[in-house]
């Protein structure tokens, strides 16, 4: 059965700070994995997308990074800025019917 | 920029009554998923269809939910009786016709069931 896990469960930084936010999973044979943010009290946005034979995707200062063979993927924020304060949540896709199974999330804090 | 729609948004009701969430994927989105998120953990999916069947429905609690997109495009899920513990946000999503895309999430239902 496929696990994810996310590691700190909660993160607070100064403005400007370079970050990584952790997540591992159990069974390698994935699919794919996505990362979200979900701001209090609302929905998902997706931010990054890894197929599987991907080692890893960029957008603005994000980058996220994949290696299945050890379970695990980073997604790194660079000059992280108050608005980047939310709950971001690593997903990963194991079987062929796009079921997510999802981690249970880092609350991140910038503080100005 | 096409969304997922979801109504209500919150809805407060008390045990043993019946709840009805709706969902209305990105237009041309042949996947959707019900997905239930407990505060403080990730979600957890419900159920999933691709066009009008049901794919996936294992962790759906089929004693009390239930879960229709008859004509291939919006959703319904329903919840009868509701119990205390079904207090949640419940959260729709879509992707295109492959399961490789990336999923969109609606803003989400939050019930508070009392």
């Known amino acids: 059965k496929q696990e994810v896990t996310q590691i700190p469960a909660a993160l607070s930084v100064p403005e400007g700070e370079n970050l990584v936010l952790n997540c591992s999973f159990t069974?390698?044979?994935?699919?794919?994995l996505q990362w979200f943010r979900q701001d209090p009290g609302k929905g998902l946005t997706s931010l990054l997308l890894?197929?599987?034979?991907?080692r890893e995707q960029t957008s603005g200062r994000l980058n996220a990074s994949l290696d299945k063979s050890s379970g695990r993927s980073t997604l790194y924020i660079a000059a992280s800025q108050p608005g980047d304060s939310a709950t971001y949540l690593c997903?990963?896709?194991?079987?062929?019917?796009?079921?997510?199974?999802f981690g249970q999330g880092t609350t991140l804090q910038v503080k100005p | 920029e096409a969304e997922v729609a979801q109504s209500p948004r919150y809805k407060i009701t008390e045990k043993s009554q019946a709840v009805a969430f709706w969902c209305d994927p990105i237009?041309?989105?042949?996947?959707l998923y019900w997905y239930r998120q407990i505060l403080g953990q990730g979600p957890e999916l419900l159920v999933q269809?691709?066009?009008?069947?049901?794919?996936?429905d294992s962790q759906l609690p089929k004693d009390r939910f239930s879960a229709e997109r008859l004509k291939g495009v919006d959703s319904t899920l329903k919840i009868q009786p509701a119990e205390l513990g079904d207090s949640a946000m419940y959260l729709c999503?879509?992707?295109?016709?492959?399961?490789?895309?990336?999923?969109?999430f609606g803003p989400g239902t939050r019930l508070l069931v009392l």
């Open positions: 237009s041309g989105h042949a996947t």
């Open positions: 269809f691709q066009d009008e069947s049901v794919v996936d």
């Open positions: 890894i197929q599987s034979s991907q």
């Open positions: 997903a990963v896709r194991s079987g062929n019917t796009g079921k997510l199974i």
């Open positions: 999503a879509s992707s295109l016709v492959s399961s490789q895309e990336t999923q969109y």
């Open positions: 069974d390698s044979a994935i699919y794919n």
